[in-house]
């Protein structure tokens, strides 16, 4: 009779499970005594690859599987359990393959949304891997108005889904699915503090919730909360040492943190598992360059680009070393990559990127600027950019720091004199200026630091808008105190930047040109130093880069022309309301007479002379910006002209300049 048969089946499978949790040897041996008796059963075919992989026999389990996948009537299960196994041996390809196919035969299964998600992160695909991640969460919840909110996550509806989602939580506050479900609503539409708060809960609530925490420890790395997201980051591994996906994320926490070795040792030991990531491959190589090592940085960007042709990011990196040159075979290999119709756009813009480096090189300045240009306006039209709002903001601050602002709160801020500000414009100079001081024997370098914005950004309310946020006028309501407290902030949330236990650091966010107010009011003995460039030069300078994030004017000859002259216009301001508080540097006068501007830097911050500013370019310190090759070598005038080739295309930038064109940096003692 077929029902005891069924019986016995399940019950032997249930004992082979069972095994399975305490002694992976055993459920093999059990898989393997029902397999004899049903051949081709896809469960217990499943269930032994399971216990191969647990025993780290991960090939052995693939040539299992591969032979179950070629039934006609597979299971999910099988083709879950086939994509797991591709991924412990780094076939990320072949994983995400195979899981798709899983969620197509069976679309609620979670196991495989979750992994797939992974996959997709891992394989630096963001996009998809969020929208596999939503899938998993679909696909975990059974209450009809979580199904709802769920599908609505899934359909990019974000409205619907918080609606859904705060009310439910209103019933049930302490279901951390549904808690997570709002975060991830959170984070898409930018909020990422909100998001931060509720996956705090969700983790808290429900610590081994390991979906959570990923989710947690990404948002707190993506808002420069480093210190905290590696502690998630360590919780997860210590739970999971072999995910690659969690040991990606703390890869990329070390390299923020400016600890390169161990960024470089993670990466490295991610690879050396799953050799197939060319995302991960040029990752490392971002972390190579940092640190100096440009030969390994290079091979590793080639490593990437040999694994995903048409990879044009790492093509866009290997441009970016300044100093490459690309072989006329890897000129043509990314003309024929333009070439393809199925070429994700993000891969294209790099590729133009890339390419127009490359003519320049060659001194193909038409055909250059050419990619240039349609690189830029592939990359604009995803921005929401206004360069209306930029000007409005400028007339704010001028109007809230005036002279008697300022006077009349001469007592405020933290008298701490740690703080060395470098601002202006990217691509000005400005990391040729932090190499020079850091090579002091009283300063440390350290990077972009993003607080002063966040600081100034949680002022605002948190808006993303300009137009929406309360900043510079709510500084009209702090106290002396309040500023105080904000300076030793500021101090505390860089302090982890800080490994050499010099008297100084620097911090060379050029946007904080906007926030010198609030940095006098909040550290009034800081120094600030504007580094000022060609408007020409520096402006087109940035129309040939590529950013990885904030700097949202540069692909408009318009947009960046309107906003080099809301800056002079802005910095002007702050030399008559708060005189002799910034030192100006001309980049072109620190190349034409160096050791005049060292000393004049020198000076300005207080420090006695030293003749290794002078040899800056020996300084082996890790440098994250994308003049990091170009700082290692001594100082050549031939980039102060440079524009000069392009010229006969500048005119929108020229028209937008319009007077800040014809401004001198202004002579300063």
Request: proline share 4%; net charge negative.
């Amino acid at each position: 009779m077929p029902s005891a048969p069924l019986a016995t089946l399940a019950a032997a499978l249930a004992h082979a499970r069972k095994l399975l949790l305490s002694d992976a040897a055993l459920a093999e041996m059990q898989a393997r005594e029902i397999l004899k008796v049903v051949p081709h059963d896809l469960d217990a075919t499943a269930l032994l690859a399971q216990a191969l992989r647990k025993q780290g026999r991960a090939r052995d389990a693939l040539t299992v599987l591969k032979e179950a996948e070629a039934r006609p009537l597979t299971t999910a299960t099988v083709l879950y359990e086939l994509g797991v196994t591709y991924a412990d041996l780094g076939m990320t390809g072949e994983a995400i393959e195979a899981l798709e196919k899983a969620t197509r035969t069976e679309p609620n299964h979670e196991g495989a949304w979750r992994a797939l998600a992974d996959q997709l992160a891992l394989s630096g695909d963001s996009e998809a891997a969020d929208r596999a991640r939503a899938r998993h969460i679909q696909a975990s919840v059974n209450d009809p108005v979580l199904r709802d909110a769920a599908s609505a996550l899934c359909e990019g509806k974000l409205g619907i889904a918080e609606r859904l989602l705060k009310s439910f939580l209103k019933e049930h506050p302490t279901d951390v699915g549904a808690i997570r479900m709002l975060a991830e609503v959170a984070a898409r539409l930018g909020r990422y503090e909100d998001a931060e708060k509720l996956l705090a809960r969700a983790v808290s609530l429900a610590p081994s919730f390991d979906a959570a925490r990923h989710n947690y420890a990404t948002v707190l790395h993506r808002q420069n909360k480093h210190a905290e997201a590696l502690q998630q980051a360590d919780e997860l591994l210590r739970r999971d040492p072999d995910n690659p996906a969690y040991r990606n994320l703390m890869a990329a926490i070390f390299a923020r943190l400016g600890d390169t070795q161990k960024a470089i040792d993670t990466y490295e030991r991610v690879l050396a598992a799953r050799p197939d990531q060319p995302k991960v491959w040029m990752s490392l190589g971002h972390t190579l360059k940092a640190a100096g090592r440009r030969e390994d940085c290079i091979a590793a960007y080639r490593r990437s680009i040999a694994l995903q042709p048409g990879l044009g990011e790492a093509y866009w990196s290997l441009a970016n070393l300044k100093t490459f040159r690309f072989t006329p075979d890897e000129v043509a290999a990314m003309q024929g990559q333009l070439a393809r119709r199925d070429l994700r756009e993000d891969d294209r813009l790099h590729l133009h990127f890339a390419l127009g480096k490359a003519l320049e090189d060659d001194g193909a300045y038409a055909e250059s600027f050419r990619h240039y240009d349609e690189a830029n306006a592939l990359r604009r039209r995803s921005l929401p950019y206004s360069a209306d709002e930029v000007t409005a903001m400028v007339g704010r601050l001028k109007a809230q720091f005036t002279e008697t602002f300022f006077r009349q709160r001469e007592d405020a801020g933290c008298e701490a004199d740690d703080p060395i500000f470098i601002v202006g414009l990217p691509r000005a100079g400005s990391t040729l200026v932090e190499q020079i001081l850091a090579s002091h024997s009283l300063v440390e370098g350290t990077m972009e630091l993003p607080d002063v914005i966040a600081i100034a950004k949680r002022l605002g309310g948190g808006k993303k808008r300009i137009e929406e946020s309360a900043y510079p006028q709510v500084l009209e309501e702090l106290s002396a105190d309040t500023f105080a407290a904000l300076g030793a902030e500021y101090l505390e949330r860089t302090r982890i930047q800080r490994r050499l236990g010099r008297r100084h650091f620097i911090d060379k966010m050029p946007n904080n040109f906007m926030h010198v107010g609030l940095i006098h009011l909040m550290l009034p003995r800081a120094r600030i130093i504007d580094v000022r460039r060609h408007p020409l030069g520096c402006c087109f300078s940035c129309f040939k880069q590529h950013f990885a994030r904030g700097q949202g004017f540069t692909y408009s000859l318009s947009d960046i022309g309107r906003y080099y002259r809301d800056y002079v216009d802005l910095m002007a301001h702050y030399d008559s309301v708060l005189p002799g508080r910034v030192l100006r540097v001309a980049y072109e006068q620190l190349v034409e007479d160096p050791e005049r501007e060292v000393r004049r830097l020198l000076d300005h911050c207080g420090l006695p002379f030293e003749e290794g500013c002078l040899l800056f370019y020996q300084n082996d310190r890790v440098v994250r910006t994308a003049s990091s090759e170009q700082v290692r070598t001594p100082i050549f005038s031939d980039a102060v002209e440079h524009w000069r080739h392009y010229e006969a295309w500048l005119g929108p930038l020229k028209d937008a300049l319009g007077s800040a064109l014809e401004v001198d940096v202004p002579a300063q003692p």
